[in-house]
């Protein structure tokens, strides 16, 4: 019972911290534009660059007699 006494307080100073957290990101605008990069995600981009894979080098081993 006693453990009560320290964690709704805990609990409420921890909720009241996390809708601080979510008012502060919403008016610093990091929620403005959800549409924007999700359209972004799904458009195709026709410049695509082809890039050459280099090529492995064989390391020769020393076998012992």
């Known amino acids: 019972m006693e453990a009560l006494?320290?964690?709704?307080?805990?609990?409420v100073i921890v909720v009241f911290f996390t809708i601080w957290l979510f008012f502060r990101?919403?008016?610093s605008g990091q929620f403005?534009?959800?549409?924007?990069?999700?359209?972004?995600?799904l458009q195709d981009d026709d410049s695509v660059q082809q890039h050459a894979a280099a090529p492995v080098s064989s390391k020769k081993t020393k076998r012992s007699s």
């Open 5 to 11: 006494y320290l964690l709704v307080p805990m609990s």
């Open 25 to 27: 990101a919403s008016d």
């Open 32 to 41: 403005d534009d959800l549409v924007g990069p999700a359209m972004r995600v």
